[in-house]
């Protein structure tokens, strides 16, 4: 791949990253959906971790599929293309790096979250999302190892052709 592919490649993954933290950020400040419009009156906190996985999963009849699955599985895959874009628009790139960015900007999520009294700072979700950027990363490393491949048969069958 030449120079010239990779930067574009970089460009593309700055490009997506740009508007996945857009979306983000609608997400969780603006989805009617979700109910991010209405501010509550007081401060809503979990610090106990798993105590609202366990919630979720010991009362998933009276809550619903669709909370359950938002929950638990919703903040998982919403911080995936956080791990991928950031590692694809990254030069340098390693899990612990991934983790600890995946792991930051989830709490700063759930600092506003707090501060905004929309939505909660819950420590489920801080681990839960840096789950989805770590595995964000792994789906990237998998790609690319996958478009390394791809590439390099392409390579083989170029440069035997030009022999």
């Given amino acids: 791949m030449s120079q010239r592919q990779v ?72 911080f995936v293309p956080y791990g991928f874009f950031i590692s694809m628009a990254s030069t340098s790139r390693s899990f612990f790096q991934t983790l600890f960015y995946s792991f930051a900007l989830s709490l700063g999520v759930e600092i506003f979250q707090l501060l905004t009294k929309v939505g909660s700072f819950d420590v489920d979700d801080l681990l839960l999302n840096t789950l989805g950027g770590v595995l964000g990363y792994i789906l990237f490393l998998t790609c690319n190892i996958i478009r390394r491949k791809c590439y390099g048969k392409k390579r083989k069958k170029y440069k035997r052709a030009d022999s």
């Fill in 7 to 78: 930067r574009r490649y970089r460009i593309l993954g700055r490009v997506l990253f740009v508007l996945y933290i857009v979306f983000l950020v609608y997400f969780l400040c603006f989805s009617e959906l979700y109910g991010r419009t209405e501010v509550s009156e007081g401060y809503r906190y979990n610090l106990e971790l798993f105590k609202e996985i366990n919630r979720f999963i010991q009362y998933r009849e009276e809550l619903g599929a669709f909370a359950v699955f938002a929950n638990l599985f919703g903040n998982i895959l919403i």
